[in-house]
């Protein structure tokens, strides 16, 4: 069985989201979402419409996942590999580099962002009551 391991706040969860779940879940039979806690956003000072149980609810019901974890700490991710026998830590390519720190446990792909999409996108249109282009 191939592991995969994602991680992310996923507030107002939008399809940039899913398309990270999809395609991380396609690279193997297993995907763990480590899903930051609002102790560990308040820290990095970031504010979640949603609450920590209210996100890890919402992403239980996609299908794509599997498992779901907190993420309490920036320092946890190589335990997180082993205690869960994770073969492919995945994260968005807005990252790169950042973790290549984990490949002497597991590979490490950075997948392209979803193009026009971002949570903070999202809470722009809404502060501003706009809407999309179509």
Sequence with gaps: MIKVLTYGTFDLLHHGHIRLLERSRALGDH????VSTDQFNLGKGKMCAY????RVH???AVRYVDEVIPE????????DVKDND??????GDDWEG???FLKEYCEVLYLPRTPDISTTQVKEKLANNSRWNT
């Design 51 to 54: 609450t920590y149980e209210e």
């Design 86 to 91: 994770i073969d492919i830590f995945v994260i």
């Design 31 to 34: 995907l763990t979402v480590a």
């Design 58 to 60: 919402i992403l239980k």
């Design 72 to 79: 309490e700490s920036w320092e946890q991710k190589i335990n």
């Design 98 to 100: 950042e973790f290549d």
